[in-house]
């Protein structure tokens, strides 16, 4: 009796996932959550500075909490929406978001807060924001992703100047 075999190519992994007529979440992979987040980029000391991280999301389509380190020493704060936060002193603060979904897997994301000791002025055309901050609601917003080259979901709300 003659036994003969086949030799099949390793066509890899994603191929394999792709052809598979399966969710990839059926499958036991937990992909890991978007964290997304707009913070102001200068705001007045004393303050209660809003933190959102709505634009986060996850992969699979389940629930988000968050966990906000503010860089001031003060202790993390957690939500399953915005955050506020209110800074004594004026200095520039590196704030941390944390995106967890329901199994336990994370991504983080940093952006900067200036905290100023004037009374915040508005963004305005004559002042205009610096970096990639936009002027959204009269407040220059920074937005920072854990996704490289993510779009910035405030561009389209950005003050139009005449």
């Given at each position: 009796?003659?036994?003969?075999?086949?030799?099949?190519?390793?066509?890899?992994?994603?191929?394999?996932?792709?052809?598979?007529?399966?969710?990839?979440?059926?499958?036991g992979?937990?992909?890991?959550?978007?964290?997304?987040?707009?913070?102001?980029?200068?705001?007045?000391?004393?303050?209660?500075?809003?933190?959102?991280?709505?634009?986060?999301?996850?992969?699979?389509?389940?629930?988000?909490?968050?966990?906000?380190t503010?860089?001031?020493?003060?202790?993390?704060?957690?939500?399953?929406?915005?955050?506020?936060?209110?800074?004594?002193a004026?200095?520039?603060?590196?704030?941390?978001?944390?995106?967890?979904?329901?199994?336990?897997?994370?991504?983080?994301?940093?952006?900067?807060?200036?905290?100023?000791?004037?009374?915040?002025?508005?963004?305005?055309?004559?002042?205009?924001?610096?970096?990639?901050?936009?002027?959204?609601?009269?407040?220059?917003?920074?937005?920072?992703?854990?996704?490289?080259?993510?779009?910035n979901?405030?561009?389209?709300?950005?003050?139009?100047c005449?």
């Amino acid at each position: 009796m003659m036994v003969t075999t086949a030799r099949v190519p390793f066509v890899g992994m994603l191929a394999v996932l792709a052809a598979c007529p399966r969710p990839i979440d059926e499958l036991g992979v937990n992909l890991a959550p978007v964290a997304r987040v707009v913070a102001p980029q200068l705001w007045p000391a004393g303050e209660p500075a809003s933190l959102d991280p709505t634009f986060s999301e996850d992969p699979e389509g389940g629930p988000l909490r968050f966990r906000a380190t503010f860089g001031d020493g003060t202790p993390d704060a957690e939500s399953g929406g915005a955050l506020e936060h209110v800074y004594a002193a004026p200095a520039s603060y590196g704030v941390e978001l944390v995106a967890t979904d329901e199994q336990g897997r994370d991504e983080r994301v940093q952006v900067q807060v200036v905290v100023i000791g004037d009374a915040l002025e508005p963004c305005t055309c004559d002042l205009p924001c610096v970096d990639d901050a936009l002027c959204v609601e009269g407040i220059c917003r920074s937005f920072a992703s854990s996704l490289a080259d993510d779009e910035n979901p405030l561009a389209g709300i950005q003050l139009v100047c005449p």
